[in-house]
């Protein structure tokens, strides 16, 4: 059984800098968003983070990011589908910060139209998590800001109002341990 594992956000997009939700659309990375995934790598091996595994979402800037901490820690890679970011339906490309958005991610069973609830979401994370602590190796997770969301809710109690306003910043490392 897993103890740990470590969980790190994909680096700077484009729709990041201007302030859109990315969500399942496939957006690159920015030049400053390699080099944040440069600098993972390298903060990874400084701070002596082990891991057998890096597991990342299949979206590029996900993958790009987990291909340089790779590149730079010698850790393999391998694309976790699960691992993609939820599917914001109709947000998809619209502000981060606007206020019906972050009223909308409390609603935990709305697919907002064409996309993936919270519940959905939070089903396939849970189910992977399960997996990752039923296993024996150390992963590092690649993926995105609605993905770490989730992760978070799986180790703490969390009301509707720090579940939206929950978020980790771009190449940020958080450290899980299981109980």
Same mark, same amino acid.
Not at 129 to 143: F, H
């Given at each position: 059984?897993?103890?740990?594992?470590?969980?790190?956000?994909?680096?700077?997009?484009?729709?990041?800098?201007?302030?859109?939700?990315?969500?399942?659309?496939?957006?690159?990375?920015?030049?400053?968003?390699?080099?944040?995934?440069?600098?993972?790598?390298?903060?990874?091996?400084?701070?002596?983070?082990?891991? $057998?595994?890096?597991?990342?979402?299949? %979206? @590029?800037?996900?993958?790009?990011? !987990? #291909?340089?901490?790779?590149?730079?820690?010698?850790?393999?890679?391998?694309?976790?589908?699960?691992?993609?970011?939820?599917?914001?339906?109709?947000?998809?490309?619209?502000?981060?910060?606007?206020?019906?958005?972050?009223?909308?991610?409390?609603?935990?069973?709305?697919?907002?139209?064409?996309?993936?609830?919270?519940?959905?979401?939070?089903?396939?994370?849970?189910?992977?998590?399960?997996?990752?602590? $039923?296993?024996?190796?150390?992963?590092? %997770? @690649?993926?995105?800001?609605?993905? !770490? #969301?989730?992760?978070?809710?799986?180790?703490?109690?969390?009301?509707?109002?720090?579940?939206?306003?929950?978020?980790?910043?771009?190449?940020?490392?958080?450290?899980?341990?299981?109980?």
């Amino acid at each position: 059984m897993s103890d740990h594992f470590y969980f790190v956000r994909h680096g700077e997009t484009v729709w990041n800098v201007e302030n859109k939700i990315c969500g399942a659309t496939d957006i690159a990375l920015t030049d400053r968003g390699h080099k944040q995934a440069i600098e993972t790598g390298e903060k990874i091996l400084s701070e002596g983070i082990k891991a $057998d595994e890096i597991l990342s979402s299949p %979206l @590029v800037r996900a993958s790009e990011t !987990a #291909r340089h901490i790779s590149e730079m820690t010698g850790i393999p890679m391998r694309i976790e589908q699960r691992l993609i970011e939820q599917n914001f339906g109709r947000y998809e490309s619209t502000p981060r910060d606007g206020a019906e958005f972050h009223e909308a991610k409390k609603h935990m069973a709305s697919r907002f139209s064409t996309g993936e609830s919270m519940m959905q979401l939070a089903q396939r994370i849970y189910n992977l998590l399960d997996d990752i602590r $039923d296993d024996d190796k150390t992963y590092i %997770l @690649v993926a995105h800001n609605g993905i !770490a #969301r989730i992760v978070e809710s799986y180790f703490r109690e969390m009301d509707n109002e720090e579940f939206s306003s929950f978020g980790i910043k771009n190449c940020e490392i958080r450290r899980y341990d299981f109980d």
